[in-house]
T-cell receptor
């Protein structure tokens, strides 16, 4: 399983943008980059995914480096509800939808 | 639309007992996966089922088994419970099994083994 590296924790102020980095230097050409988050006492929640191009949805943006060895999840205006553990995951399409979770990044949002 | 539902939400079992956890996927989703999350760690993959067939198995002992029913709901069974089986058990459903598909998780079943 391809590995990702994320900072253990990050802190942000409310209403400010947050950039959550993820390194995946061993990514293969077919791996999708997925982000999930887990709020306290809840199951993980899908945030966004991409393959090569940058992606936007109502929750966040995903910026993917040209060489695909790193990516950044961007929350445009952090709110207290965004405080969660954020997981960056690589998904090999040939092995179905098994998700390999690492330790993730704990995001703290200050008011 | 109802999301992924899991039952029960909490339960307490004694070492050596058997437990059955249940999951109903989102309507139209044919793939169900099970994960175990120990406190302080990320979820660990246990099983994946698609169209009632096992498509993947994680590194868990044979005490863990699962099945998927014709209506795509699923059960996770754990025999001979150990204290170390205490965890949050999560079920996730997806439309299909490809890597470009998002997974939707339930709230989980909190299992405590005493």
């Amino acid at each position: 399983d391809a590995k990702t590296t994320q900072p253990n924790s990050m802190e942000s102020n409310e209403e400010e943008p947050v950039h959550l980095p993820c390194n995946h230097s061993t990514i293969s050409g077919t791996d999708y980059i997925h982000w999930y988050r887990q709020l306290p006492s809840q199951g993980p929640e899908y945030v966004i995914h991409g393959l090569t191009s940058n992606v936007n949805n109502r929750m966040a943006s995903l910026a993917i480096a040209e060489d695909r060895k790193s990516s950044t999840l961007i929350l445009h205006r952090a709110t207290l509800r965004d405080a969660a553990v954020y997981y960056c995951i690589l998904r090999d399409p040939t092995y179905g939808n098994k998700l390999v979770f690492g330790a993730g990044t704990i995001l703290r949002v200050k008011s | 639309d109802a999301g992924v539902t899991q039952s029960p939400t909490h339960l307490i079992k004694t070492r050596g007992q058997h437990v059955t956890l249940r999951c109903s996927p989102i309507s139209g989703h044919k793939s169900v996966s099970w994960y175990q999350q120990v406190l302080g760690q990320g979820p660990q993959f246990i099983f994946q089922y698609y169209e009632k067939e096992e498509r993947g198995r994680g590194n868990f002992p044979d005490r863990f088994s699962a099945r998927q029913f014709p209506n795509y709901s699923s059960e996770l069974n754990v025999n001979a419970l150990l204290l170390g089986d205490s965890a949050l058990y999560l079920c996730a459903s997806s439309l299909r099994t490809w890597g470009d598909t998002e997974a939707f998780f339930g709230q989980g079943t909190r299992l405590t083994v005493v």
